[in-house]
Structures are given as C-alpha cells and as structure tokens.
C-alpha cells in the first residue's frame, strides 16, 4: 500500500496496487472556493501523465485537472456530476471528493511525484 501523493498543480493519487484514486487537494479547493460543476473523464478514457482529465468549475474560474499518472480510468465519482453533490469536492476533497480512479500503465510514475510532506512545504512557500 502506498500512502497519498501530490503534483505541484495540486492534484493527489491515493494508490493501492495498480489502481489510484485522484482529486485535488485541500489547497485546491479553498483556492477554487465554491465547486459549481465537475465534468468528470468517462470510463475507459486513456490518459497520459500530464493530459487534462476533467474540469473543475468554480464561482471564481474554471479548472482543468491533469492526470498525475498515466492509465485507463475505471471509474468516475458520479455523485459529483450532479449540481447537487458537486460540494462533495469542497467539504472532503481528501475523501469522499475523489474525481476518478485509474488503472495506472506505469505506477513508477508515482515516485516523481511530492510526498506529503513535501507537499505542505510546497504550499506553505507558495
């Protein structure tokens, strides 16, 4: 089991095996504010590391979320799709706001990736 990695866009992967759920981190979302919409990727959808994902669409601007890894997604957050539940993403963006999960094709790509404790470096420099 791995514990929880970050991209310096602010986007996490939680992977466990070759599988990984992504979101945006805590950060993130108090920077975005209030989440409006989510366009989730749709099943199946292969990603490379660094390709846009989704979009996140806040009272404030839109957001394009980068895959951290590459792979196939297997599956999408759904209840963040309706209006209704998208602030999920605001109230547990660690947990219950995870955007997808993706069947990595390289789970090497991970060790490129900030641990957590760099990544509150990272932002607490920003």
Partial sequence: MRVRR??????????IG????????????R???????????A??????????ACTVDSLKSSS?????VSGTVVEANAPLASEGSCGLLNADPLGAGWLFAIEM????????????EEYAAYVGSA
């Fill in 6 to 15: 970050y991209t310096r866009e602010h986007t996490w992967v939680h992977a």
């Fill in 18 to 29: 070759s599988r990984a759920l992504v979101g945006i981190s805590d950060f993130a979302q």
């Fill in 31 to 41: 920077e975005l504010g209030d989440i409006a919409y989510v366009e989730l990727p």
């Fill in 43 to 52: 099943v199946g959808r292969r990603l490379a590391r660094g390709e846009a």
């Fill in 64 to 68: 394009e979320i980068d895959s951290p």
């Fill in 105 to 116: 094709s390289n789970p090497g790509e991970l060790d490129a990736l900030l641990s957590e």
